[in-house]
């Protein structure tokens, strides 16, 4: 064997990244120490990857905890100040890793928010949220907005915003809803909730024959109120505030409130807030 041939990953070794880990000592002094004994950094990256990921996933398992699944994301590894989304160069603004939130900038020009404002605005009705006791739907007081649904890919704006977005999450155009346009008066909010379905809920095995749980959300603001209406993150005391052409990310491996994604649409105080939500599933969603 050269000496350049990749070196093996022992059952040891996973066994003394657990300990390490246990003991409290984070991730980059491990692979600190790792290097200095003479493991290659690729095989040392792999080993720390796979099992701490791997002894999470089965702690959280003894736990109780559902599965967790693949979720979309933005490639932010090497910190890029923009990403590069075919047709235009998006803004990342702040990211935040647990839980995963990312904000973005330069998501959506003026007019293409305007336009979409415009071809939404004829179809709104009371917005209403899945009944997850039944699979159906029906309107909530939690959520006092008016809202449209678009056809995935119904109009070039639509494909145009929907590619876009796969290219930013890196996820398949197919897994995502319809995009939905919401709009919300003074008064309006949408209460704290969860995005994914709650496996509890009767309703929930139906909901999920179509592609899944949801696993990401991308809330886009087309228009600014001018007081109140922020997304809020209750569990994490974060309020974004609703910038147009903006886009707030949040992601959700597992459908739990572990993942500290409640989040919710604060009453708009003045003016009027309109938005345009993407929800991400796990699988194509037809
Ligand atoms: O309008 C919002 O900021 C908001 C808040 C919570 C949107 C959604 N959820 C959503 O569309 O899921
Ligand atoms: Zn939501």
């Known amino acids: ?35 200095a ?14 099992t701490l990921s791997g002894h999470l996933e089965q702690q959280a398992r003894a736990q109780g905890l559902p599965p967790a699944s693949a979720v979309p994301d933005a490639a932010l590894a ?16 702040q990211a935040m890793y647990n839980p995963r ?4 900038g330069n998501l959506l020009s003026a007019e ?37 649904f678009f056809q995935r890919g119904e109009n070039a704006l639509v494909q145009r915003i929907e590619a876009r977005i796969g290219r930013l999450l890196n996820w398949p155009v197919e897994n995502g809803e319809g995009l939905q346009v919401l709009q919300y008066r003074p008064g309006a909010e949408y209460k704290p909730h969860y995005d994914y379905f709650d496996p ?3 309703g929930t095995p139906s909901i999920l024959k179509r592609g899944g749980q949801r696993v990401g959300t991308l809330v886009m603001y087309l228009a600014e109120p001018a007081k109140g209406g922020g997304t809020t993150f209750p569990d994490i ?40 939500t993407k929800w991400l599933r796990q699988g194509r969603f037809d």
């Open 200 to 202: 509890a809920e009767p």
């Open 237 to 276: 005391h974060l309020e974004v505030f609703p910038k147009r052409g903006h886009g707030v990310f949040f992601s959700y491996d597992r459908p739990h409130p572990s993942t500290r994604t409640l989040h919710g649409g604060a009453p708009v105080l003045a003016g009027e807030k309109w938005i345009a």
């Open 101 to 104: 939130i990312v904000l973005f």
């Open 1 to 35: 064997m050269s000496t350049s041939a990749r070196q093996q990953i022992t059952p040891e070794l996973r066994r003394w990244i657990v300990e390490q880990a246990q003991a409290g000592h984070p991730a980059e002094s491990v692979l600190r120490t790792m290097l």
């Open 112 to 148: 293409e928010c305007e336009q979409l404002i415009a071809l939404a605005r004829p179809r709104m009705a009371r917005s209403l949220t899945v009944a997850t006791r039944t699979g159906g739907e029906e309107v909530n007081d939690d959520r006092t907005s008016n809202g449209m």
């Open 37 to 50: 004994s003479g493991w290659q950094e690729e095989v040392a990256l792999d080993a720390l990857e796979t």
């Open 78 to 93: 090497e910190s890029p100040v923009t990403i590069d989304c075919g047709d235009c160069q998006v803004d990342v603004l």
